[in-house]
T-cell receptor
Framework: TQLLEQSPQFLSIQEGENLTVYCNSS?????LQWYRQEPGEGPVLLVT?????EVKKLKRLTFQFGDARKDSSLHITAAQPGDTGLYLC??????????????FGQGTILTVHP | EAQVTQNPRYLITVTGKKLTVTCSQN?????MSWYRQDPGLGLRQIYY???????DKGDVPEGYKVSRKEKRNFPLILESPSPNQTSLYFC?????????????????FGEGSRLTVL
């Protein structure tokens, strides 16, 4: 069972469209990160959210951390072909012996057609 | 240039033949971790290390060993590889922000090691 459920797994859209990727869990996370990965490379960090309800913007990308710190979303406005890639959310579990453990979602493969 | 270096990048081996995937970082990071990436499953954490001589299991540690004798190196050892360990492996590192800053730092990933076990 995946601790972090990411949806959709595949997204194919036209340039200029908007999209949202979701990352959901029944567990509470102390922080959540979003990474983007291109073929043949390792993931690269886009953002870290720490506070429940937090919203961060990175140009056309908007990231939100749920109030209860169990879910997050990534919204892309006016997608461009350069946004094509694999998007991964990663949650750090809160407290106890979980320090150092990072759980990734299954990933969303985004393809933006010109 | 700040980087995480993994070797080998590609390896085909046979069941039972011990192998080691090396990982080295030049950023003086305390924290290092190994992940495997399989289609539809995202990245799953194998082992991590918060500092020299401190290692702990991730979510899928079975069949793997690690060691952290030096701060910069964190090798992944497969004592007796099996076909279900065929995967793409990533090593990553980051600064350790202490207990209050734990897990909020940027993870820097290597380029990956594609392993095939026949």
């Amino acid at each position: 069972t995946q601790l972090l459920e990411q949806s959709p797994q595949f997204l194919s859209i036209q340039e200029g469209e908007n999209l949202t990727v979701y990352c959901n869990s029944s567990s509470v996370f102390s922080s959540l990160q979003w990474y983007r990965q291109e073929p043949g490379e390792g993931p690269v960090l886009l953002v870290t959210v720490v506070t429940g309800g937090e919203v961060k913007k990175l140009k056309r990308l908007t990231f939100q951390f749920g109030d209860a710190r169990k879910d997050s979303s990534l919204h892309i406005t006016a997608a461009q072909p350069g946004d094509t890639g694999l998007y991964l959310c990663a949650g750090a579990r809160a407290g106890g012996t979980s320090y150092g453990k990072l759980t990734f979602g299954q990933g969303t493969i985004l393809t933006v057609h010109p | 240039e700040a980087q995480v270096t993994q070797n080998p990048r590609y390896l085909i081996t046979v069941t039972g033949k011990k192998l080691t995937v090396t990982c080295s970082q030049n950023m003086n990071h305390e924290y290092m971790s190994w992940y495997r990436q399989d289609p539809g499953l995202g990245l799953r954490q194998i082992y991590y290390s918060m500092n020299v001589e401190v290692t702990d299991k991730g979510d899928v540690p079975e069949g793997y060993k690690v060691s952290r004798k030096e701060k910069r190196n964190f090798p992944l050892i497969l004592e007796s590889p099996s076909p279900n360990q065929t995967s793409l492996y990533f090593c990553a590192s980051r600064s350790w922000g202490g207990r209050t800053g734990a897990n909020t730092g940027e993870l820097f990933f290597g380029e990956g090691s594609r392993l095939t076990v026949l």
